[in-house]
């Protein structure tokens, strides 16, 4: 026990994770592009759109809100979406970059590039993590703020910060493994069935998706697909649907400046009058209320 305790110990020491490049992307549809062999693991963040990659030969769905973490030294190919391509948000983090090795704010994407196979680099072994893993997160989540910070802070500086870009790096590892042991204990005893259509309500909320696109979707009855909710979720797959609406509108209302109106639009329920009676009845509070008591600041209507 003690000599697994000090191996324990000196890989925590070892590791020493790094954002060494960040950025958003908006990808055209109009063409694919291949990154043949990069060296980092790449958190991949959908905030809109849609597409696909195929990494290491096996092909992956993109939509609104997806977050890969994809692999050290992976072949990756983008195939964005012709009509809605995906706009998205990248962290390039090196789970271990030697201390005082030389600072290179950049991650090596072909062999020819700079730092390709450095000792000073090396991936990690993270448990339960390894090749293409897949969460659905939401804008409003800890670790969808924290790439954006990070992001913007790469983009301010170019990564020329070595002693943030460290702290940075071990902030975004601390978060995936909270949302690791998260999504382990939200998932491990739904179906398969039931865990697509909360991702397709996920990604099609703010268009008012339906119980019967849902039952299309998996090809069941509208009454199996009730059943499934209601056994596993608590409520019924209308409920969920609202409910997942209104958190979205929730977030909007503290966030955002906008009209109640507009607010409702967002989220797919484009008439005023109902989403305010929804609102109402589903959190016994008007919205107007809710952000007056609740928001950051105090919004008066002219």
Not at 74 to 99: A, C, F, S, W
Not at 109 to 126: E, L
Not at 202 to 214: D, F, G, H, N, Q
């Amino acid at each position: 026990m003690l000599q697994e305790s000090a191996s324990l110990h000196s890989a925590e020491q070892m590791a020493n994770p790094v954002v060494c490049r960040a950025g958003y992307l908006q990808f055209s549809g109009n063409g694919n592009f291949t990154n043949p062999c990069v060296q980092s693991r790449g958190f991949f963040w959908c905030k809109s759109g849609k597409g696909s990659f195929v990494v290491n030969g096996a092909e992956y769905p993109i939509e609104a809100q997806d977050l890969y973490l994809l692999p050290w030294n992976r072949n990756i190919r983008y195939q964005p979406d012709k009509e809605d391509p995906m706009y998205t948000g990248h962290v390039h983090l090196v789970p271990n970059y030697r201390q005082g090795a030389k600072w290179i704010p950049n991650v090596p994407h072909r062999r020819s590039d700079v730092a390709f196979d450095s000792p000073d680099r090396a991936d990690d072994h993270w448990p339960g993590l390894e090749g293409v893993v897949h969460f659905k997160i939401k804008a409003g989540d800890n670790i969808a703020l924290l790439i954006d910070y990070i992001i913007r802070s790469y983009l301010r500086g170019k990564g020329s910060n070595e002693a943030e870009a460290r702290q940075l790096g071990s902030l975004l590892v601390g978060e995936l493994m909270q949302l690791k042991r998260a999504d382990k204990a939200d998932v491990q005893d739904y179906p398969e069935e039931l865990l697509r259509m909360i991702a397709q309500v996920e990604a099609r909320y703010m268009r008012s998706i339906t119980v019967s696109e849902l039952a299309s979707m998996i090809g069941r009855s509208r009454s199996q697909v009730l059943k499934l909710f209601r056994h596993h979720m608590g409520v019924s797959a209308k409920h969920y649907i609202i409910n997942r609406q209104l958190d979205e509108a929730c977030e909007l209302l503290l966030s955002t400046t906008r009209s109640i109106a507009e607010v409702g639009q967002a989220v797919g329920i484009s008439n005023p009058y109902h989403f305010s009676k929804l609102f109402r009845r589903h959190l016994k509070i008007s919205p107007t209320v809710f952000r007056s008591n609740q928001g950051p600041i105090h919004l008066v209507s002219d």
